[in-house]
Structure formats: structure tokens, C-alpha cells
């Protein structure tokens, strides 16, 4: 069709009608899973449903285990440089999430002090600007929270990969600071974002996070999981 060879037109048109059809399905293309509308790197794009299903399968299921000992301070100084490029996590995800950006001078272009946030949880455009009573309209979300992680195998881990864990960009997200305060430390089983386009991602972030660091999920939260990639 691009060429202009007339025998590609029927295929092209099929292939228009095939990949029509699936948007109007609220899909992506092959059924994978998209978070398009969400800025920044986020998400396993184009990573299937299938996939991420099979991948919940390797997850030990076990009980939710003792919040006992947990503490911040427990996954290492909060946003602290892991990958020693001279920013802190924070503003190395505010950089990457949000779009037109603005920085401190003489920061190396790692101090965000503004920038426009497609919040993937809400949906809602957010003007993130850098101060005492502002910062927190956005914050950075631990996709699988640390307490969660805790009382799910985090305890039995290092420090140094605790540390890892709390700062690992595939388990954080900028969000609406609001809905990352109401989420708390909740799993799949009691919350899941308000932007339901948003949850296939959500919970393929979290599976991915817990096979990584070895963690396991609870029966119920492996049931929610289930229920949401099976509506992909």
C-alpha cells in the first residue's frame, strides 16, 4: 500500500478492518496489554495477558505473613542514588513519568521542579510543580508496597535487595498523590485503580515486581489478579 502496488490495497484494507475491530474492543493489538495512555516508560507494554497469566502460575500462593519488623528504613534511605547517576529515584521517575519538564539549575537536569503528569491511576492531567505545599500532588508509587512485599517474602530478603526492591523503576510509578495515599499498602485484593484501563498493566507490573524479588501473592490476591487479566 505504501509502495502504491494496487494488489496490497484488499490486504491493506483487511488489515485496517482487523486492527479497527480491535480497538472498538477496548483491546491491543494481539491482545497485549497497553497503557498507551499513560506518559513515560511505564508498564510491560506489549507484554499479552496469556503471558502475564502464565507468569501469576510460577507465584507460590501463601498466607499473608506477619507485618512484624517492618519499617521503612528496612528497604534502605528513602530514594536513595542506586544507580549512581547523580539524581535520587524520586526525580529519576518524576524525569521519567512526567512530560515538559523544567529543572533547578545546576542540578545536571536531575532536580524536577516542573512537568505535566497523565496520571495512570486516575486519568486525571496533573501540573506538578516543586514545593513544601505542592510535591505531594504527585507522588511515586511502589507497585507492589513495600508492606505488602514485607509480609510476602521481602523480610526473608537482603538488605541490599530490599534496598533494590524500593527503588527498582518497574515497581514505581508517579501517580495522583491522593490515590496513592488511599491505596496505602493494599494488594490487588482490595484495591486496583479507578481507571480501569489502567489495570491490566497495574497487575502485570505486579506480578513481574513479585517474580523478580522472589515474593508470593495470597490466594484472594491471586483470585483479583485472575479476574483482571481475564478481562484484557
Same mark, same amino acid.
Given at each position: 500500500m505504501r509502495?502504491?502496488? /494496487?494488489?496490497?490495497?484488499?490486504?491493506?484494507?483487511?488489515?485496517?478492518?482487523?486492527?479497527?475491530?480491535?480497538?472498538?474492543?477496548?483491546? @491491543? $493489538?494481539a491482545g497485549k496489554i497497553s497503557d498507551e495512555p499513560a506518559s513515560g516508560e511505564r508498564g510491560e507494554q506489549g507484554r499479552s495477558a496469556a503471558e502475564?497469566? /502464565?507468569?501469576?502460575e510460577k507465584l507460590p500462593v501463601k498466607g499473608r505473613g506477619p507485618k512484624t519488623g517492618f519499617d521503612?528504613?528496612?528497604? @534502605? $534511605?528513602?530514594?536513595a542514588d542506586v544507580d549512581h547517576n547523580g539524581c535520587d529515584t524520586r526525580n529519576d521517575i518524576l524525569k521519567r513519568d512526567l512530560k515538559d519538564e523544567t529543572f533547578k539549575k545546576g542540578t545536571h537536569d536531575?532536580?524536577?521542579?516542573?512537568?505535566?503528569?497523565?496520571?495512570?491511576?486516575?486519568?486525571?492531567?496533573?501540573?506538578?510543580?516543586?514545593g513544601e505545599k505542592t510535591s505531594m500532588e504527585v507522588q511515586i508509587d511502589h507497585v507492589v508496597a513495600l508492606s505488602d512485599a514485607w509480609?510476602?517474602?521481602?523480610?526473608?530478603?537482603?538488605?541490599a535487595e530490599?534496598?533494590?526492591?524500593?527503588?527498582?523503576?518497574?515497581?514505581l510509578l508517579a501517580v495522583d498523590g491522593p490515590l496513592n495515599s488511599q491505596k496505602s499498602d493494599a494488594d490487588a485484593a482490595t484495591w486496583l485503580p479507578p481507571r480501569r484501563a489502567y489495570r491490566c498493566p497495574y497487575v502485570s507490573r505486579q506480578i513481574s515486581v513479585k517474580i523478580k524479588y522472589e515474593?508470593?501473592?495470597?490466594?484472594?490476591?491471586k483470585a483479583a489478579m485472575e479476574r483482571v487479566l481475564k478481562s484484557c
Open positions: 509502495d502504491g502496488v /494496487k494488489a496490497q490495497v484488499g490486504r491493506g484494507r483487511g488489515a485496517l478492518v482487523a486492527v479497527l475491530a480491535i480497538v472498538l474492543a477496548g483491546c @491491543g $493489538p502475564a497469566l /502464565k507468569d501469576l521503612r528504613d528496612e528497604f @534502605g $534511605p528513602a530514594w536531575c532536580i524536577v521542579l516542573t512537568g505535566i503528569l497523565e496520571d495512570p491511576y486516575g486519568g486525571k492531567t496533573i501540573e506538578f510543580e516543586r509480609q510476602k517474602g521481602a523480610r526473608q530478603l537482603s538488605a530490599r534496598r533494590e526492591l524500593a527503588n527498582d523503576p518497574l515497581n515474593l508470593w501473592v495470597t490466594a484472594a490476591e
